[in-house]
């Protein structure tokens, strides 16, 4: 039985329920969503499963993302989003399209320097569409001065596969793993 196609919007309707709560879109653990119809696979230390070809072409994706933020390479940043890609991160406009993106990152390399390591624990795929959860880790430190800040930060990147066979991110969506302290009043 071949797939059938599925927008990102109904994807994200699916994937989302399963990945916070284990059920599918409509409640039933598990559900459709996880009874084959999709390519799953949870990564971490004690997951010793061999990677598939979906798994590995996505986790590439993410380590060559995550090797040219650290070394402030924009090639390698831009050659992993598509060009209409988004960047999405807490209180701040999305980052749309390949001229913003440059942007972005050339003024964010610009007060800082980025020592990350992106863990991914789950990827999931459908068709041409795939999404990965990822952890963060490491420090970012001001150019301008200060100590490092440490970071723990949780990302879903939401992948598209081209024509030509190769995935690149279509939104990248970057939230804080611990709770934003209130401001200290006087």
């Not at 061999?50 to 924009?74: D, F, H, K, M, W």
């Amino acid at each position: 039985m071949k797939p059938s196609r599925m927008s990102l919007a109904t994807f994200s309707a699916l994937a989302f329920p399963a990945i916070l709560f284990g059920q599918s879109a409509v409640g039933q653990p598990g559900g459709d969503f996880l009874r084959g119809k999709v390519t799953a696979v949870t990564l971490g230390a004690q997951d010793t499963r061999q990677s598939n070809p979906t798994e590995a072409a996505v986790a590439a994706v993410i380590r060559q993302y995550n090797q040219g933020l650290n070394e402030g390479n924009l090639d390698m940043v831009l050659k992993a989003f598509l060009p209409d890609g988004v960047w999405m991160a807490p209180n701040q406009p999305s980052v749309k399209g390949e001229q913003e993106l440059r942007k972005w990152f050339l003024n964010y390399w610009s007060q800082t320097v980025a020592k990350l390591q992106f863990t991914p624990e789950l990827i999931r795929s459908e068709g041409r569409l795939a999404y990965a959860v990822a952890h963060v880790t490491g420090t970012t430190t001001p150019k301008a001065g200060g100590a490092p800040r440490e970071q723990d930060n949780k990302t879903v990147f939401v992948l598209r596969q081209g024509n030509d066979g190769s995935w690149k991110i279509a939104h990248y969506i970057l939230n804080g793993s611990k709770p934003v302290q209130p401001a200290q009043t006087r």
